[in-house]
T-cell receptor, first 109, second 113 residues
Framework: RKEVEQDPGPFNVPEGATVAFNCTYS??????FFWYRQDCRKEPKLLMS???SGNEDGRFTAQLNRASQYISLLIRDSKLSDSATYLC??????????FGTGTLLAVQP | DAGITQSPRHKVTETGTPVTLRCHQT?????MYWYRQDPGHGLRLIHY???????DKGEVSDGYSVSRSKTEDFLLTLESATSSQTSVYFC????????????FGPGTRLTVT
């Protein structure tokens, strides 16, 4: 079983749609959680950290369920510019982050 | 954007030749990482450093070595490049290890022929 698992997609959605990505992690000792965004042929960039109480940044909402070892990202009112690969990232008891393989989002006009 | 640069940005080399990739940061972060990214595998950790001269192996360290003689520089060396090492290599930095987000450099595209 992979340490961090994501649905690879692609998710094809129209502009204005709401889309949700899910991610599960296997190490219950994980302490830090993030969503990154990666554009084609570019480096990953931090989208947002994920906190136990859930957090929101504009159109983006992240949720963490420690009991189920589950993280989610909700994007409301999708824009063409949201098209990218979204990486779920988990930090454990070591000095390493574990990256999921990513979910590809394509927002259609 | 975090001050991270990688050099070279692109390189084509032949099988069996040594290759060194450089990562340079201006953020004075303690932790530095080297990843490779391949289709279907996502980002995989090669080696990381938790201080000057302090390094440890990641999940795909075979065939790679690293050195960190200064806080700002982290070098990745392929002692004898193989075609399986054709990949995109990313360097990343963080302040506090896995408790902290990482910031990535622009990447190096390496092709081994």
């Amino acid at each position: 079983r992979k340490e961090v698992e994501q649905d690879p997609g692609p998710f094809n959605v129209p502009e204005g749609a709401t889309v949700a990505f899910n991610c599960t992690y296997s190490n219950s000792a994980s302490q830090s959680f993030f969503w990154y965004r990666q554009d084609c042929r570019k480096e990953p960039k931090l989208l947002m950290s994920v906190y136990s109480s859930g957090n929101e940044d504009g159109r983006f909402t992240a949720q963490l369920n420690r009991a189920s070892q589950y993280i989610s990202l909700l994007i409301r009112d999708s824009k063409l510019s949201d098209s990218a690969t979204y990486l779920c990232v988990v930090g454990g008891a070591t000095n390493k982050l574990i990256f999921g393989t990513g979910t590809l989002l394509a927002v259609q006009p | 954007d975090a001050g991270i640069t990688q050099s070279p940005r692109h390189k084509v080399t032949e099988t069996g030749t040594p290759v060194t990739l450089r990562c340079h940061q201006t953020e004075n972060h303690r932790y530095m990482y080297w990843y490779r990214q391949d289709p279907g595998h996502g980002l995989r950790l090669i080696h990381y450093s938790y201080g000057v001269k302090d390094t440890d192996k990641g999940e795909v360290s075979d065939g790679y070595s690293v050195s960190r003689s200064k806080t700002e520089d982290f070098l990745l060396t392929l002692e004898s490049a193989t075609s399986s090492q054709t990949s995109v290599y990313f360097c990343a930095i963080s302040e506090r290890g896995a408790r902290d987000e990482q910031y990535f450099g622009p990447g190096t595209r390496l092709t081994v022929t």
